[in-house]
């Protein structure tokens, strides 16, 4: 009786599921048909050419290498900033963790074109404009909120007996951190690193507000209007851009999937 009674369920969440894809099947499509035969609107490509990804891999693999650049450095510093941020909220009972809590609420709630203008203003003035590290502290400042209050929140569900065994071993803090807490903290790194890159990835704000007009050290999401002009746009090439953009984020939510799926609920896990 229950399977027959969750059929339509099943099937909504199929029908959503395509609905929620077609973009995505309709980006490759696009990317796989020839300029000529766009706009006839088929739902699979009757005019095949790969000639799209070849324009796509010739122009665009300088912005694809800056974003992979950039959202690595951006992984890297975040989990500099929140690991050792966390582990200090969690187990070396600092005074006004609540306010500290609250703040990292608050600095997700400011909107990023505030802060793409204030990093503007600072970066005019000392030379950070259409750069790499410029982009890279920008879009940390989204990522690590998020990844203080993940990792704090599982490691404060973490077994204090353990802490407290190794702190009676005679184990410095910083010991207790890279020997005990990181390593058990290895789903929740997962998960922020994880995310970390997607922000960076696919962030457009702080790239557009915080290049100035030119240079080739831009990410992937400013590397697409090299298809978009005034009286042109080139289609095929876009799509098969963003086909690409698409295909490293892909890979890891796939090979991801676990360690994800296990860090976002293990903080609601207390002992």
């Known amino acids: 009786m229950r399977h027959r009674s969750t059929w339509w369920k ?4 199929v029908v ?39 324009s796509a891999f010739h122009t665009e693999m300088t ?13 890297l510093l975040t989990l500099a900033i929140a690991l050792p941020s966390s582990y200090a909220i969690a187990f ?9 809590n609250f703040l990292l609420i608050v600095a997700q709630m400011i909107p990023a074109v505030v802060m793409a203008l204030g990093f503007y203003q600072i970066y005019n003035r000392i030379g950070l404009l259409d ?21 704090s929140s599982f490691m404060t569900g973490m077994p204090h007996s353990i802490i407290e065994a190794a702190e009676i071993d005679g184990a410095s803090h ?38 100035s007009g030119g240079g080739r050290m831009r990410p992937i999401t400013m590397g697409l209007y090299d298809f978009i002009g005034a009286q042109n746009q080139e289609w095929g090439p876009l799509m098969a851009t963003a086909v690409l953009a698409s295909v490293p984020t892909a890979i890891l939510l796939i090979v991801a999937q676990k360690y994800v799926a296990a860090g976002v609920t293990a903080g609601a896990v207390k002992d």
């Open 63 to 75: 912005y694809l290498g800056t974003s992979l650049l950039i959202a690595i450095g951006v992984v």
């Open 174 to 211: 910083w010991r207790v951190f890279t020997t005990i807490v990181v390593p058990l903290s290895r789903n929740s790194i997962v998960t922020t690193s994880l995310f970390s890159f997607l922000w960076a990835w696919s962030d457009f704000m702080f790239a557009s507000t915080l290049d």
């Open 131 to 151: 750069s790499i590290p410029g982009l890279i502290i920008a879009d940390s400042t989204v990522a690590v909120p998020f990844a203080v209050m993940l990792l």
């Open 16 to 54: 959503l599921t395509l609905i929620m894809l077609f973009p995505i099947y309709w980006m490759i499509n696009i990317s796989l048909t020839k300029r000529r035969s766009i706009r006839s609107g088929d739902l699979y490509p009757r005019d095949f050419t790969l000639t799209n990804f070849s």
């Open 92 to 100: 070396l009972e600092l005074k006004g963790r609540r306010t500290i």
């Open 10 to 13: 099943t099937l909504i969440a």
